[in-house]
């Protein structure tokens, strides 16, 4: 009866001792769950994050190479202009066509480098476009003024 006595309190300390490991070896893997879906999140979220870089650049580019077309068709309207002006106001808006040429070149080249950065380098890329193409413009509205002043 003294040994039963002896058992018993050990069986349930042992008892209780793998109760308490069962416990925390759920909560383990509990645990694990979680750290492995938050980790999946944050991949997503990342991968979501890009694809809307990548397709807010690919908006950017078209629309970019939308105000270069235009530009183009500009250019070649103040060429056929200046073919009818005559010979010192052709020589002037010749010069400034060749300027204007040498600009929209400028944003093409920074528009080339746009496209072959990366999604997360895009914005960076994007502010140096956006300068050329202010310049672009502004040098631009600017032909067209004096052809308009010299008519």
Do not use: H
């Not at 807010?56 to 073919?83: C, H, P, W």
């Not at 040498?102 to 994007?126: I, M, R």
């Amino acid at each position: 009866m003294k040994k039963i006595r002896l058992i018993i309190p050990r069986a349930l300390s042992l008892l209780l001792i793998l109760g308490l490991l069962a416990v925390c070896s759920g909560q383990s893997q509990r645990a694990s769950t979680s750290d492995e879906k938050a980790t999946k999140e944050t991949k997503d979220s990342a991968e979501a994050s890009k694809d809307y870089a990548a397709r807010k650049k690919a908006e950017y580019q078209k629309k970019v190479e939308s105000q270069l077309d235009e530009f183009t068709r500009g250019i070649n309207e103040l060429k056929m202009k200046a073919e009818k002006s005559g010979a010192k106001a052709k020589a002037e808006l010749n010069k400034e066509i060749a300027a204007l040429e040498q600009q929209k070149e400028v944003v093409s080249k920074k528009l080339s480098e746009l496209q072959s950065s990366g999604a997360e380098a895009w914005e960076y890329f994007k502010s140096r476009v956006d300068s050329a193409m202010k310049e672009l413009k502004k040098s631009y509205d600017r032909t067209v003024s004096r052809f308009k002043e010299r008519q």
